[in-house]
């Protein structure tokens, strides 16, 4: 089974555009993120959700916003799609408390604005 | 300001062992990650260091002096499957992991037959 999955893997669209991007994780944990890679592979914290509360938004546009259904799923809602805003998004969770090991990453999703 | 430094990019040898460095300044610290990243492929855990000292793991260890704002990652052994990016990460949280991790830019490795 995987453990955090997102969907689509790849997504590509226009300027302009409002797309989404869906996570979900089976692992039970209560912490989950979204992270953005860019082109020179520099991995940036974007958002960081607790039981439904956004705990950090590191100066994020607000073109970019998370939605949370339940603890389990963290989806990233853009808006208004810019060149860039190109790069791979990554979905991860994590479990609060001791013995903590890190953070399980999904298999990102490939964003290309054209 | 936050500031994780890491060469980026080593080569070495199959069969050899190489050392990767990690130098970092935050405005806090609760522990610091290495992850490794295949080329087109999520990170993935492999150590956590929140204490001074080495944690061994197999062909892998890391290091960590708190003082000196200083880890590295040892790969032993190396496999031509070691050829990857190494992600140097701080956790600066109080408690729990809701603050995220702050990543340095990675280091690739090549390895050599």
């Known amino acids: 089974d995987t453990a955090v999955s997102q969907t689509p893997k790849y997504l590509v669209t226009q300027m302009g555009n409002d797309k989404s991007i869906k996570c979900e994780q089976n692992?039970?944990?209560?912490?989950m993120y979204w992270y953005k890679q860019d082109s020179k592979k520099f991995l940036k914290i974007m958002f960081s959700y607790n039981n439904k509360e956004l705990i950090i938004n590191e100066t994020v546009p607000n073109r970019f916003s998370p939605k949370s259904p339940d603890k389990a799923h963290l989806n990233l809602h853009i808006n208004s799609l810019e060149l860039g805003d190109s790069a791979v998004y990554f979905c991860?969770?994590?479990?609060?408390?001791?013995?903590?090991?890190?953070?399980?990453f999904g298999p990102g999703t490939r964003l290309t604005v054209l | 300001g936050q500031n994780i430094d890491q060469p980026t990019e080593m080569t070495a040898t199959e069969g050899a062992i190489v050392q990767i460095n990690c130098t970092y300044q935050?405005?806090?610290?609760?522990?610091l990650f290495w992850y490794q990243q295949h080329a087109g492929e999520a990170p993935t855990f492999l150590s956590y260091?929140?204490?001074?000292g080495l944690e061994e793991k197999g062909r892998f260890s890391s290091f960590l002096s708190r003082s000196k704002g200083y880890s590295y990652l040892l790969l032993k052994e190396l496999q031509m499957k070691d050829s990857a990016s190494y992600l140097c990460?701080?956790?600066?949280?109080?408690?729990?992991?809701?603050?995220?991790?702050?990543f340095g830019k990675g280091t690739h490795l090549i390895i050599q037959p």
């Open positions: 935050t405005s806090g610290f609760n522990g």
């Open positions: 692992l039970g944990h209560d912490t």
């Open positions: 990460a701080v956790w600066k949280g109080s408690g729990g992991g809701a603050d995220g991790l702050t």
């Open positions: 991860a969770s994590s479990q609060e408390g001791t013995g903590w090991d890190g953070q399980y």
């Open positions: 260091n929140v204490l001074d």
